[in-house]
């Protein structure tokens, strides 16, 4: 019997992460994890020792989705962060409609849920100065004005098909472009 590599193991904990991703969707954060560590094909033993509970397999899943977010806006010009990040944000809803529940799952004043929100409003915060100056953004939007932008993508999530939801995203990214520039 083999050793598993490293490799082996990152596979093993990115596959739990995308099944625990669409074990929420369809069943909500409270759905039983043996169904995640079913649906990635594992043994609950590889699921526990890769998320010691709940919390640390929704706090791995938000991780990774700002991950993206940060990777996503890293090496933009500052003066157009903010329309890279609006943009990549807009893209998830139609790629991943799935984005939004995990930030939604966990009350408002948890600590996981806290720490997520300061590491977001950081990324977002970043080429807002610049891209004000540079008069490509209203002199009013703040780092706060992206969640609200979130919670405006979720019209593109409720597509019902790929298609759908690239539709709703380039009308819901011309309203939005005629409303936050200056």
Known sequence: MRNPSRSDARQRRQRLLDAAAEVFACQGYGAPLDSIAARAGVGQGTLYRNFADRDELL?????????????????????????ALIEHMAEKSVLDPRLAEFWTALPADSPLLLAAERRFHTLAERGLREAKAAGRL?????????CILGFMFRAIRLGADEAERRGTKQRVLSMLTKGIVP
């Not at 899943?61 to 903010?82: G, K, N």
């Not at 209203?138 to 004005?145: L, W």
């Open 138 to 146: 209203r002199p009013d939007f703040t780092a706060d004005d992206f």
């Open 59 to 83: 706090s791995a899943l938000i991780d990774r989705d700002l991950t993206e977010l940060e990777d996503a806006v890293r090496d933009t010009d500052p003066v157009e962060q903010p329309f």
